[in-house]
Nanobody
């Protein structure tokens, strides 16, 4: 069992930056692919970024060049650095862990989310 807790969300003006953190419980954090997803009001949840166990990076086209995912296995934490934020980035951001070996797979564990609001 893995518990995930996101933090770092908030209100920021367009063009600004935020860093989201996701702290994971348990001793097996390094075995999981970690991902960030988001869900805007009235829209389906969508993939944002993922980082593999070996550090491979994967991004949605909408955030490439603006967002950076990273992980610190010693701290059981995954981060999402978000720069050049746009109003369309407004959403609840969720952290997730995947044990099957594919960043496109079915994620096993999810956090409760953190709200990011970008004002024009």
């Amino acid at each position: 069992q893995v518990q995930l807790v996101e933090s770092g969300g908030g209100l920021v003006q367009a063009g600004g930056s935020l860093i989201l953190s996701c702290a994971a419980s348990g001793r097996t954090f390094s075995r999981y692919i970690m991902g960030w997803f988001r869900q805007a009001p009235g829209k389906e949840r969508e993939f944002v970024a993922a980082i593999s166990r070996s550090g491979g990076l994967y991004y949605a086209d909408s955030v490439k060049g603006r967002f950076t995912i990273s992980r610190d296995n010693a701290k059981n934490t995954v981060y999402l650095q978000m720069n050049s934020l746009k109003p369309e980035d407004t959403a609840v951001y969720y952290c997730a862990a995947e044990s099957g070996g594919s960043w496109m797979g079915s994620y096993d564990y999810w956090g409760r989310g953190t709200q990011v609001t970008v004002s024009p």
